[in-house]
């Protein structure tokens, strides 16, 4: 891995590499460090030398669900593991080749046609390798990229440091941040030009968005700082054809729905996870903070309440919903569905 390294960002140290001692080579690369009884690799060469960062930065991957319908019931998941430049990668190229599409329509009275995509690629690019870059290692959330039909939403744990707020970040097209909570794996993603770093981020963004003739993008964050969203909107031209397709599956939708809540039925990793967790009653908070995301009420529409609606999970207060100690267990269909 150091060595292809290496020899991507045709660095001197690729030939020399070959005869230098590993720990030579290691603190070079300021990749580790201290002296021989006691050397060590220091994070970023942990989480970008290391077949397997999640084994020591809980959740250090990137989980992509495609959402199918608003309701966000009909819904696949893929986990991108592995050196955060990898994962990166594989996420991006998933997203380019499953989910950008392009329209080109010919303009009349004009030599070019017009040419645009759903989302472009150059924002999502940038939103996501954002997220790697900016997300703290020492909180056990993954990054959640959540796929609709109308927009793509990147979220990351926590949001961005000081002095850059809620309200500095919805009213600025570019922030200029006087510190950053991950400086080398920032050092390494520039030298494998996946980021551009020098706050070029958010401009690049607004500008891929606004030449595609997309909505402009939304960043935010809460008064505490505690996530980091960005939203990056379907193409307005994409989202007629959207639109108009809702208004024609209304009737199809209900002929088919038997059909597609047995494609539901097939349990992915992240709710096998919480029905073998709720065989003893957990509250909402405890159920959201097993499979790492924050307790809030997206993330409980998204994780639990399709369980309830499945009849996997049952409430232990089923005739008071929103009772302060209301926990969730699995049910006897959930078990068998386990066993399955």
């Not at 047995?262 to 992240?270: S, W």
Request: net charge neutral; with cysteine; charged share 30%.
């Amino acid at each position: 891995l150091i060595r292809d390294f290496l020899h991507e960002i045709k660095s001197d140290l690729a030939e020399e590499s070959t005869m230098l001692p590993f720990s030579d080579l290691c603190r070079h690369m300021n990749i580790a460090r201290g002296p021989d009884e006691a050397f060590r690799p220091v994070n970023a060469g942990l989480m970008f030398f290391c077949k397997e960062p999640h084994r020591f930065f809980d959740r250090a991957w990137i989980e992509v669900a495609l959402r199918k319908d608003e309701a966000g019931k009909d819904f696949s998941e893929k986990y991108f593991k592995g050196p955060l430049h990898i994962q990166l990668r594989d996420a991006l190229s998933f997203i380019r080749n499953n989910i950008i599409s392009e329209k080109v329509i010919k303009v009349s009275g004009q030599a070019e046609a017009k040419r645009f995509f759903n989302f472009p690629y150059d924002a999502i690019e940038e939103s996501l390798a954002n997220a790697v870059f900016h997300k703290s290692y020492e909180i056990g959330k993954p990054i959640e990229v959540q796929i609709w039909p109308d927009r793509i939403e990147i979220l990351s744990f926590p949001g961005p440091v000081p002095p850059v707020t809620a309200k500095i970040l919805a009213e600025n097209k570019r922030i200029v941040a006087r510190d950053y909570r991950n400086r080398r794996v920032g050092d390494f993603l520039k030298e494998l030009h996946l980021t551009e770093g020098r706050g070029t981020g958010f401009p690049t963004i607004y500008k891929a968005m606004e030449d595609n003739d997309s909505p402009p993008p939304v960043m935010e964050t809460d008064e505490q700082c505690a996530y980091f969203l960005t939203i990056l909107q379907v193409n307005s031209d994409f989202k007629k054809l959207i639109d108009a397709n809702r208004k024609g599956d209304q009737v199809s939708d209900q002929v088919s729905d038997q059909v597609s809540d047995q494609e539901r039925d097939e349990v992915t990793d992240k709710e096998k996870e919480i029905l073998e967790y709720c065989k003893a009653p957990r509250s909402s908070a405890e159920i959201l903070t097993r499979i790492g995301i924050s307790n809030h009420t997206t993330n409980y529409k998204r994780h639990i309440e399709p369980l309830l609606e499945k009849q996997w999970l049952e409430m232990t207060n089923p005739e008071k919903p929103k009772h302060r100690n209301q926990k969730y267990k699995i049910t006897e269909t959930g078990i068998r569905k386990l066993l399955a």
